[in-house]
Structures are given as structure tokens and as C-alpha cells.
């Protein structure tokens, strides 16, 4: 119902800002953009700033009296606030898409260690301004922190009198502050280790855009500081910076202790989601055959995840295999599209190619193929082939169509089609082949649907041959797109040979 | 849709974001006091005397140990938990004992405590015990105070300004 609600907001967006503009896709890029834009803005603000007890507030004021500088400081701090926002959102959008299980635990359980780290960063940022925010801040950090056994009330000292402000307090928080922005740097290196080409930078379209909103804020709501800190009264009523120290006031509404159990469970419960039952058959992982596998590297080049390594062949001097790690597998079978041994033109009883998924061999594939188009052409009919993926618009659902024009068949990703399997379904009697993919910014396999596209296009080995291309078209069609799938079969329908060619 | 349509669309969302981004970084505000409250903070960071007394070692004691620690004396370094008492208008609002820090027990007792109190004119009682040898032994400090509402008024106990500080 969730991931329903998505996906139809994911296909409205794409529709308004064109699939590879569309902001919604690009969650965790415009996450690092906006760490980026923070880093710089960052670096700007901190030439003028003055790392002392007595000059810190003035220097902040000073850079926020002057006309950009003022902006830099701004964007320092909404920046930073749109980097936690977006890390909250990409988590969200990954869970109700359900991309945090099997192969993917690891992506997802790093992938929570970024939240704490921005909002410590921006916790330790707070102090830096030296304003009533900022004693909030330090004695809320202060209170909550050093109710830990071990840490002490001692930690609190620091921040409750204006004796306790030091110059050399003040050059340790910089530290601080610099040091968990590189470490937030390596946990999302840490997060991205096991994607092959991540995505780390937004369209420039989209980056631009958003760069400019946040220079927009800038312009027409500078950050300002509050007043100078004054540890003798209680500063009241103070703003919260709600992403990073809105868990102070429950601090302060319950106990510190309290607010640490509520922290850690949260915590705990994200990173435990992985492993949660759920009533789901398990994924197989991808499995190589020997015989057939020629030690090509396609798979290896094309695999998403790195689950792919080559080894030497166990039975040919001078060869190599595929050899698939079942933790990285996400059983796509991008590999098998990829493989030159899944022709179905292949003279064997049973099609066994170098890399199979078992859930769904390529030989049922091609059985099923040849047997729908079989039937079909015994009627007389010449049916559309729509090829389809199990993450896109549901192609084996089209209840508009009438039963005997369309043969549809939906795969993992529409990768896992072996670009010959077009050339043979307009052989054993296919009007056209259309494959609905859903779209090189919307795949679920994050290749998939480009590398499919190459593939048709020759553009990628394995290629379609180019006297089968004119009957073959693409469309990109993700969760939730089935009507323009439907408009589409349609249209082919009534024009054939004139559809939009891969 | 038409071009200028879908771009203004567009405009409106990325400005939606931006206006999330800007109202949520400082509203609503949040506040910790009423507007007749005040706060009042213990904070010490104090080493208690030490809980024993240090002895003289026998001869045989001695000859026990290692040539280089025959030290004359025996000198447990556990040091009292402190204990502290204050009264707000005679009536105590805080009695509890802080235990030194460190595995040994060696180290300073670390005191904090936050309590929001009704601005006005209060009598602030305050005593400290740092000797368990000598548990009925306080020191002590008693102030009448005008409290502004949103004040601060901070309990610290410091032996080298005079013991016990309310300011």
C-alpha cells in the first residue's frame, strides 16, 4: 500500500521533472551534494571565524553583517540540515521499497551509520556559534552525554559558566567538528563499498536546482545568530534545529537515560530490519555452470554489486570462470543477459547457458516463449512479445489486453533477457517484441534497464543483431506505469511497424 | 504538459523543500522554563578526603615486599563519596551522595543536577560532606536570593574560594 503510494508519487515526479531530473530518484546523491555544499560553505565560513571564547559569537555575527559571506554561512547551516533530511528520506524510500534484505543488509546497516554522525557534526557545529543556541546546545549535549556511566557529570562543568569557555575548548570543538565530517565522509564510503560505479552526484540539472533553492533560503531567510551566550539565565524560548538537536528537549521532558534507550532501540531496530522474518521465498543466488561458462568477464563487468569474481577454470588450463559470492548476489540476472552462452538459438534439448538464476532457468524461459507463441500462431495470431521485470509495471496483469495479442513474461529486471531471445520470439512468430523496463533512473538493479538498452541498441555485448532491431522497442515503465504500458501495446498495435525503436 | 507549466511545477516543489528545510531548522521553539520559573544547577567535580587513614607498616610487612616499594606507610587511595544536602525554603529538594570515580574509587565525585524552581525570593540552603571518617561534619551555605524568572542560580562547591558557592 506504502510502496504502492511511492511508486505512483516516483512515476508523477518523473513525469514532471523528466526520470533522470527527478529529485525523488537521487535521494542519497543530493544527500552528499548537500554534504558537499556544506563542506564548502564550511570551509568559506571558518576563514573569518575566530576560534576563541571572546571572538567566536562576534565573528559569527560579523560574517552573517556581511552580504555573502553571510549567504556562505547560511548555506553552511540549511546544507547541512538538507543532508540529514535527505539521509532520513533515502532510508525511508529504500524500507518501503523493502531494499534493506539478503544481499542488500550491508548497504543498509552502513547506511544508518551516516544519520548519527551528521547529527553529531551538526550538534558539535551548534557550539561553534557561541550564541544562546549554542549554550542550549552544549548544555543539552552536556546533560545527556554525561549521564552515561563512565563520562561523568564532570562533562557538564564545561559548559554551564563563561569561565568554563576556553579558547582551547572552543579549538578542540573545531576538531571535533572537522574530524566527524571526515568520518562521516568514510562511512559513506564505507556504505557505497559494495556498489559497482555508485551514483555519488546528482543530474547537474537537478543539483543545480536544488543548489539554488538553497540559495534562495539563503537570500530571503539568512541563519542569524541569537544572542551572545549568557550562562546566568536560561535562554527562553530557544530555536530548535529539528533534524539535529531536536532529541534535546526530550532529554529535558524525560531523562537523559531515557532518551539514550530511545536512541539505541531506534537504532537497534533499523539495523536489526534486515534480518526480521518475513513471509518470502529466500533469493537464490546466481549459479555458474562449468561447462558452459567461457571465462568471458561479461558478467563480471555487468554486475551491479561486485558479486562476480573470475577465478581459473577448474577444468581449462588458461581459462577462467565466474565465480558468484551468494552474500553479494541479488539473483537479477543481469549476469544471465549478459552471458554468450544464453542464446536460445543454441541446438540443445535443454538450454543450459554459463550463469542461470535456478528460480527461473533461462531453458523455462525460452520453453514458455516458444510455447506461447506457438499457441498463438496456431490461432493464427502474431502477438506482441512484452518482456517486463518483476520491480516495473506488472506486464503478466494486462487485463485490457485481449489474451491472445500479447505474450508477456516478466523477469527479475528486464536485463535478465538475453538480447537474442528478440530475435527469437519474432522468429517463432512475434509481431514485435517490447520491452518494458523501468527506466536507467528507476531500476531496482540500478544497471539494469540501461544495460538493456545497450544491449538492443549495440551498444553492449551481448548485442541484438541489427536486422531484429526494427521490431523491437523499450519503454520505460516502473512500478505502478501499467497505463502507458497499455497506451503503448496499444499504439503498437495499431501501427506496427512505425513504434518507437529501441 | 506544457513547458513553462511543468517548470513552474517544479519551482513550487524544489521551494517547498527549501521552506521545510528553513522553518524546521528553528521552529517551533521549545521552551524549558514557564514564564515564572527559574533553574537551579548543582555542579561539582570534588575529591572527597581519603577514607582511610594511612598506617604504619610492620617490619614483617616490609620485608614482604619488593626492595622497591618498601614505603613506610600504607596509604588506601579510595577516596569519601560527597555528600550533598540542599534546601529550597527549608524544604530539601536535594540529599544524595556522589561516589568518587575511577575503578580504585581514587578519583573526584561529579555532581550534577538540574531543577526548575519558582522564580522569587528563596532561601538556599546548601551542605556538603567530603569525609565519610567524620559523616556528621558539614560544610555549609545559606543564601537568600531574589530569582528572576529564566535565571540561573548554580551550586558549586570549591574548598580553595571557600567551600561551598551559590551564585
Not at chain 1, 7 to 24: Q, V
Not at chain 1, 180 to 196: D, I, K, M, T
Request: aromatic share 8%.
Amino acid at each position: 500500500m506504502l510502496a504502492r503510494g511511492l511508486y505512483r508519487l516516483e512515476l508523477g515526479l518523473d513525469r514532471l521533472f523528466g526520470a533522470e531530473a527527478n529529485p525523488s530518484r537521487q535521494l542519497g546523491a543530493l544527500a552528499m551534494w548537500s554534504f558537499w555544499l556544506s563542506v564548502a560553505s564550511g570551509a568559506y565560513a571558518y576563514i573569518g571565524f575566530e576560534t576563541s571564547a571572546e571572538g567566536a559569537w562576534r565573528s559569527v555575527h560579523a560574517l552573517q553583517e556581511h552580504p555573502v559571506e553571510g549567504i556562505v554561512r547560511s548555506l553552511h547551516r540549511y546544507a547541512s540540515f538538507a543532508l540529514i533530511a535527505l539521509t532520513l528520506l533515502h532510508l525511508a524510500v529504500e524500507w518501503i521499497k523493502g531494499r534493506y534484505r539478503d544481499f542488500r543488509w550491508f548497504s543498509w546497516v552502513t547506511g544508518i551509520v551516516p544519520l548519527p554522525l551528521a547529527v553529531a557534526c551538526g550538534m558539535v557545529g551548534y557550539w561553534l556559534i557561541a550564541d544562546t543556541r549554542s549554550q542550549y546546545v552544549a548544555a543539552g549535549i552536556g546533560e545527556w552525554i554525561g549521564a552515561l556511566p563512565g563520562v561523568g557529570a564532570g562533562l557538564m562543568r564545561n559548559f554551564i559558566t563563561d569561565e568554563a569557555i576556553s579558547d582551547r575548548l572552543l579549538s578542540l570543538i573545531i576538531f571535533l567538528h572537522i574530524g566527524l565530517s571526515l568520518l562521516l565522509l568514510l562511512s559513506v564510503w564505507v556504505h557505497l563499498a559494495r556498489l559497482v560505479r555508485p551514483r555519488t552526484w546528482p543530474a547537474r540539472r537537478t543539483a543545480a536546482a536544488f543548489g539554488a533553492a538553497l540559495l534562495v533560503l539563503c537570500v530571503l531567510s539568512p541563519a542569524l545568530s541569537t544572542a551572545r551566550a549568557d550562562f546566568a539565565r536560561v535562554p527562553d524560548p530557544v530555536p530548535i534545529d529539528w533534524l539535529i538537536y531536536g532529541v534535546l528537549p526530550l532529554v529535558q521532558v524525560t531523562t537523559p537515560l531515557f532518551t539514550w534507550a530511545a536512541v539505541v532501540a531506534a537504532v537497534l531496530v533499523l539495523g536489526t530490519l534486515p534480518w526480521m522474518p518475513e513471509r518470502r521465498p529466500a533469493v537464490l543466488s546466481a549459479i555458474v555452470d562449468p561447462q558452459n561458462c567461457n571465462g568471458c568477464r561479461r558478467c563480471f563487468d555487468d554486475c551491479p554489486y561486485g558479486a562476480i569474481a573470475m577465478a581459473p577454470h577448474p577444468r581449462r588450463r588458461n581459462r577462467q570462470i565466474a565465480v558468484v559470492a551468494a552474500d553479494q548476489c541479488a539473483a537479477c540476472g543481469i549476469c544471465v543477459g549478459a552471458c554468450p552462452s544464453s542464446s536460445p538459438f543454441r541446438s540443445v534439448s535443454e538450454l543450459v547457458t554459463g550463469i542461470d538464476l535456478p528460480q527461473r532457468p533461462l531453458d523455462a524461459i525460452r520453453e514458455r516463449l516458444a510455447g506461447a507463441l506457438a499457441k498463438a500462431g496456431a490461432r493464427g495470431a502474431r502477438p506482441i512479445v512484452v518482456i517486463g521485470c518483476d520491480h516495473g509495471a506488472r506486464v503478466e496483469e494486462l487485463a485490457p489486453v485481449p489474451v491472445e495479442s500479447v505474450v508477456a513474461l516478466s523477469l527479475p529486471c528486464s536485463a535478465a533477457l538475453p538480447p537474442a531471445f528478440a530475435e527469437f520470439a519474432q522468429r517463432a512468430g512475434a509481431a514485435h517484441v517490447l520491452v518494458a523496463d523501468c527506466g536507467p533512473d528507476a531500476c531496482a538493479y540500478r544497471f539494469g534497464a540501461a544495460f538493456t538498452r545497450e544491449r538492443l541498441q549495440g551498444l553492449r555485448e551481448p548485442h541484438l543483431r541489427a536486422v531484429a532491431r526494427a521490431d523491437v522497442s523499450c519503454i520505460a515503465a516502473p512500478a505502478g506505469a501499467e497505463d502507458d504500458l497499455l497506451s503503448m501495446i496499444a499504439k503498437l498495435q495499431g501501427q506496427p511497424s512505425e513504434a518507437s525503436h529501441a | 504538459m506544457h513547458r513553462l507549466a511543468r517548470w513552474s511545477l517544479q519551482a513550487v516543489l524544489y521551494a517547498a523543500f527549501a521552506a521545510a528545510v528553513g522553518v524546521f531548522s528553528g521552529w517551533p521553539p521549545y521552551r524549558q522554563l514557564g514564564p515564572e520559573q527559574a533553574l537551579l544547577r548543582l555542579s561539582l567535580l570534588h575529591p572527597g578526603a581519603p577514607l582511610h587513614d594511612c598506617r604504619q607498616r610492620s617490619p614483617e610487612e616490609l620485608a614482604k615486599l619488593p626492595a622497591h616499594m618498601r614505603v613506610a606507610q600504607d596509604c588506601p587511595r579510595e577516596r569519601s563519596p560527597v555528600h550533598v544536602r540542599v534546601t529550597l525554603d527549608d524544604r530539601p529538594v536535594i540529599d544524595e551522595t556522589f561516589a568518587p570515580s575511577g575503578l580504585a574509587r581514587d578519583g573526584a565525585a561529579a555532581a550534577y543536577r538540574r531543577l526548575v524552581i519558582p522564580a522569587g525570593t528563596h532561601r538556599i540552603g546548601v551542605g556538603v560532606n567530603d569525609d565519610a571518617r567524620h559523616a556528621e561534619v558539614f560544610r555549609t551555605a545559606d543564601q537568600t536570593l531574589q530569582i528572576a524568572p529564566g535565571q540561573v542560580v548554580l551550586i558549586d562547591f570549591d574548598p580553595r574560594r571557600g567551600g561551598v558557592l551559590i551564585r
